[in-house]
C-alpha cells in the first residue's frame, strides 16, 4: 500500500467533516416535519461514523512513516504527559464524588479531538501544513455547496422551530441538529478558506450561511475573519486605524447579531441574555471555596453530553455551561482554564504563521458563548488548524523529510 501524507491526509479530514452530513440524520429529518426531539430521545447510532472516521484518521498517523515519527519525540510526550497527569487527578477527584464514570468522560470530550491536533502540528513540521489546507478546502468546496442548497431551502420553507431566518421560513440548520452547530461549522469553514488565496467567494458563501443561521457567535466569529482580511490590506503604519476602534466595532456586531432581523428571535436582547443570568447563578451556586476555583467543582457537570443522556439539574452542581471557559472551569479549575488560555497566547508567541493572530483570536472569540470543542465537526477543524498554526514555528531537520515530497507544480513550493 502506496501511502502518502500530502495525497491522502486532506482526502480523510474532509471524509472526516462529511461524516456530519449522516451523523444527525435522524434529527434533521424530524426537524423538516416540524418535530423538534427532545434530547433524552435522540438516536445516536449514525453519530458513531465520526468516531468511525476519527479512528481511522488516527490509525493513519500510525502508518504514515512521517507522521508516525514526528509524533513519537519526546517533546510531544512531555506535553501530552503533563497534561495527562492533571487530567487524570480531574477524573479521580469526579469518581471521589460518586458520580457514574460516563460524567468525567464526557468532561474528556474537550481532548477528543486532539490527535487532529497533533497531525496538524507534525504536518506544518515537515512544511506540508498550507499544502495539506490549501487541498482540503478545496475539498471542502463540495461540502459548502451540499450545505448551501440545504440552508436556503431551509431558509425559505422549514418550520421556524428555532426561529424565523430572513428569508421567511425557518432558520436553517443544514445537516446539524441546530441553526447554532450549523452557523458555528460555517463560520469555521470561512476561516479555513480564508487563509487560502484565490477563495474569496468561498469566504462569502460561508459567512452568507453563517449570517443566515441566526448564530449570534457564528455571525460575530464571520465578521472578525473579515475584519482580518481588511485588516491584511492596511500598511504596517496605519493598522492602528482599525485597532483602536475594535472595541466599538466588537459592541456594534453583538447589537447587530442579537436583532431579530439577523438572529431569528425575539429573545436575543444581549441585556436580557439567559446565558448571563446562567453564569451569575452558577458563580453564586456552585463555587463554595478556594478549592473550586483552582481545581472546579466536578469534571464534566456542565457537558451537554450529560444533560441530554440525564436531563438538566439531575446531579447536584451540574447546568449548561454555554461557555467553553465556564466548561474549563467547572471541570478543571482555575488552573486548567489559565493553562488553556495560556496555550493559546503562546500559539501565538512561537508561530511564525501569516495568520496565527486571526486562528488564536478566532479560537477564543467562538469559544465564549459556545462550547465549540464538543460539536463536530467545528472541533475537527479547529483543531486541526491550531495544530498547523502551531506547527509553522517548529521546522523539522530534513531527516523527517524523506520520501514523497510534495508534487513538483502544486500551489505551494515544498520548502528547500
Not at 348 to 358: F, G, I, Y
Request: hydrophobic letters at 50%; glycine letters at 8%; one cysteine or more.
Amino acid at each position: 500500500m502506496n501511502i502518502r501524507l500530502e495525497k491522502d491526509l486532506p482526502v480523510l479530514l474532509f471524509a472526516l467533516v462529511s461524516a456530519s452530513t449522516l451523523a444527525s440524520l435522524p434529527q434533521v429529518e424530524s426537524a423538516w416535519t416540524g418535530v423538534k426531539e427532545v434530547y433524552g430521545e435522540q438516536d445516536f447510532g449514525l453519530r458513531i461514523l465520526r468516531e468511525a472516521m476519527l479512528l481511522v484518521l488516527v490509525a493513519y498517523m500510525f502508518f504514515e512513516p512521517r507522521l508516525r515519527r514526528g509524533t513519537l519525540t519526546s517533546s510531544a510526550f512531555a506535553f501530552l504527559g503533563v497534561v495527562a497527569t492533571y487530567v487524570l487527578c480531574e477524573v479521580g477527584y469526579a469518581l471521589y464524588l460518586d458520580l457514574p464514570w460516563v460524567v468525567p468522560m464526557a468532561g474528556l470530550r474537550v481532548f477528543e479531538y486532539l490527535p487532529v491536533a497533533l497531525i496538524g502540528f507534525v504536518t506544518s513540521r515537515l512544511g506540508a501544513g498550507s499544502y495539506v489546507i490549501h487541498k482540503f478546502a478545496h475539498y471542502l468546496r463540495y461540502y459548502i455547496a451540499l450545505q448551501a442548497v440545504l440552508a436556503i431551502a431551509q431558509a425559505l420553507w422549514a418550520p421556524p422551530l428555532f426561529g424565523v431566518s430572513f428569508l421567511g421560513g425557518g432558520r436553517p440548520f443544514g445537516t446539524f441538529v441546530s441553526p447554532n452547530l450549523f452557523g458555528a461549522t460555517m463560520a469555521t469553514c470561512a476561516l479555513l478558506f480564508s487563509l487560502v488565496p484565490g477563495m474569496r467567494k468561498w469566504v462569502a458563501a460561508s459567512i452568507f450561511l453563517a449570517l443566515l443561521s441566526g448564530s449570534r457567535t457564528a455571525f460575530i466569529s464571520s465578521l472578525l475573519v473579515v475584519y482580518f482580511q481588511i485588516y491584511a490590506l492596511f500598511r504596517p503604519r496605519d493598522r492602528w486605524a482599525l485597532i483602536m476602534p475594535a472595541p466599538i466595532f466588537a459592541v456594534g456586531a453583538l447589537l447587530l447579531a442579537s436583532s431579530p432581523l439577523l438572529s431569528g428571535r425575539d429573545d436575543a436582547n444581549p441585556t436580557e441574555d439567559g446565558r448571563i443570568d446562567l453564569w451569575q447563578r452558577v458563580f453564586s451556586e456552585q463555587i463554595h471555596g478556594p478549592a473550586d476555583v483552582l481545581f472546579g467543582w466536578g469534571l464534566g457537570l456542565s457537558s451537554n453530553t450529560i444533560n441530554i443522556l440525564y436531563g438538566a439539574e439531575h446531579f447536584k452542581g451540574q447546568f449548561d455551561s454555554d461557555s467553553l471557559y465556564l466548561f474549563l472551569l467547572n471541570g478543571y479549575g482555575l488552573i486548567g482554564l489559565l493553562a488553556y488560555i495560556f496555550f493559546l497566547w503562546t500559539t501565538t508567541r512561537m508561530s511564525v504563521h501569516p495568520n496565527k493572530e486571526l486562528v488564536a483570536m478566532f479560537i477564543f472569540v467562538a469559544g465564549l458563548t459556545f462550547n465549540m470543542w464538543e460539536y463536530f465537526p467545528q472541533n475537527a477543524i479547529l483543531m486541526f488548524l491550531w495544530g498547523t498554526v502551531l506547527g509553522t514555528g517548529y521546522q523539522a531537520s530534513s531527516s523527517l523529510l524523506q520520501a514523497n515530497p510534495i508534487a513538483s507544480g502544486s500551489y505551494y513550493r515544498h520548502p528547500s
